[in-house]
T-cell receptor
Framework: GESVGLHLPTLSVQEGDNSIINCAYSNSASDYFIWYKQESGKGPQFIIDIRSNMDKRQGQRVTVLLNKTVKHLSLQIAATQPGDSAVYFCAENVGSGTYKYIFGTGTRLKVLA | DADVTQTPRNRITKTGKRIMLECSQTKGHDRMYWYRQDPGLGLQLIYYSFDVKDINKGEISDGYSVSRQAQAKFSLSLESAIPNQTALYFC??????????????FGPGTRLTVL
């Protein structure tokens, strides 16, 4: 699972390597997913989204993979940079209303120089 | 983040005090939200508003109230603050997406401590 705050799961990655952050979502009816990046002292920042009719979507240095069979979402960051250090969490739109989200608690990514 | 601003950024108050947190947006979005973030938990929805005349309770509205003064402004009040309301508070906005899921954009947050 994921957690924001004092007891976050932490992923440590060497600068230049690829990072993979995982999220298990809860609702099989969820039809839209977002990955957010939250830097210390800042609000969550939208990174990339994916709808349930897709299994992969690519952005700039980031890729999101969706596996609906096992209700799993992952965020891949290519060539990880120091500026990528942050907490990353996923959000699932449960489909019962366009505003309602379940937010994961987050994984802390540490980039080692 | 500059499109969604929150004031104050930090606040320390005492039990029983009334506190107002303010949110303004220049994104032109019709929908606004207030969330709180606690260690070990995902963001929890306090209140949301789909337009100036539409206010709705979220998952954890007890002890909170809101006011949508204009399309661009949405304030959150703690009527009588208590220590377990110590948390990070985030305002978010979104554009109604014609029946599809909308993307929410967050402000920088307010760190509230209730002593």
């Amino acid at each position: 699972g994921e957690s924001v705050g004092l007891h976050l799961p932490t992923l440590s990655v060497q600068e230049g390597d690829n990072s993979i952050i995982n999220c298990a979502y809860s609702n099989s009816a969820s039809d839209y997913f977002i990955w957010y990046k939250q830097e210390s002292g800042k609000g969550p920042q939208f990174i990339i989204d994916i709808r349930s009719n897709m299994d992969k979507r690519q952005g700039q240095r980031v890729t999101v993979l969706l596996n609906k069979t096992v209700k799993h979402l992952s965020l891949q960051i290519a060539a990880t940079q120091p500026g990528d250090s942050a907490v990353y969490f996923c959000a699932e739109n449960v489909g019962s209303g366009t505003y309602k989200y379940i937010f994961g608690t987050g994984t802390r990514l540490k980039v080692l120089a | 983040d500059a499109d969604v601003t929150q004031t104050p950024r930090n606040r320390i108050t005492k039990t029983g005090k009334r506190i107002m947190l303010e949110c303004s947006q220049t994104k032109g979005h019709d929908r606004m939200y207030w969330y709180r973030q606690d260690p070990g938990l995902g963001l929890q929805l306090i209140y949301y508003s789909f337009d100036v005349k539409d206010i709705n309770k979220g998952e954890i509205s007890d002890g909170y109230s809101v006011s949508r003064q204009a399309q661009a402004k949405f304030s959150l009040s703690l009527e009588s603050a208590i220590p377990n309301q110590t948390a990070l508070y985030f305002c978010a906005t979104s554009d109604s997406a014609g029946g599809r899921a909308d993307t929410q954009y967050f402000g920088p947050g307010t760190r509230l401590t209730v002593l």
